[in-house]
């Protein structure tokens, strides 16, 4: 349809690329305002990866900005791995070093490329953090330093300024 029609003119390239480049800056600043960063946390749901990871979906939502945050928390075993691919971010968080519900998830992290993804991991302890970087290590997603809560607690000014690390 010519949109010079739409405005009742009768001929005019003026007013046709006019009103191309209106409705382009509409459609725009719509999509900028209805598109919400995905971000997927996987977990071995475990209680208390579980509650680190309820905290940092409470701090997400609470972050002031212009981008809205579209979070979902799933346990591995829920996982599929055409999730992942949609997601702007993934975060990853287990209690112990290879949890049996992350056997899927180790062996989708070898096969795929995430290198324009952002990541992040966290756990409660150092050797966990360094199993998940393992498995991290073959996808090449770019990734801040994880996030320790050694005792299973984490006040939520120490998770807002991890994710500033990559949000």
């Known amino acids: 349809m010519d949109h010079c029609e739409l405005f009742g003119t009768g001929n005019g390239n003026y007013f046709q690329r006019l009103t191309t480049l209106f409705l382009l ?3 725009t600043v719509v999509s900028k ?3 919400a960063k995905v971000i997927i946390i996987i977990t ?16 997400i939502s609470r972050l002031n900005g212009e981008t809205v945050y579209s979070v979902k928390i799933l346990a591995a075993e ?12 993934f ?12 056997t899927y998830l180790e062996e989708l992290l070898l096969h795929i ?4 993804r952002k990541s992040a991991l966290f756990s409660i302890n ?3 953090v360094k199993y998940l970087l393992k498995i991290m290590k073959d996808c090449e997603a770019k990734s ?5 809560a050694g005792d299973g607690e984490v006040s939520k000014s120490v998770i807002k300024n991890w994710l500033k690390g990559f949000i």
């Open 25 to 27: 800056d509409r459609i």
């Open 33 to 35: 305002k209805a598109a």
């Open 78 to 89: 829920e996982f599929a791995g055409n999730e992942l691919l949609p997601a702007d971010i």
């Open 113 to 116: 490329n995430l290198v324009s």
């Open 144 to 148: 801040p330093p994880p996030l320790i």
């Open 44 to 59: 071995d749901g475990t209680e208390q990866i579980q509650k680190i990871a309820g905290s940092i979906c409470e701090v």
């Open 126 to 128: 150092e050797k966990t």
């Open 91 to 102: 975060i990853l968080g287990c209690e112990k070093p290879s949890p049996p519900s992350f």
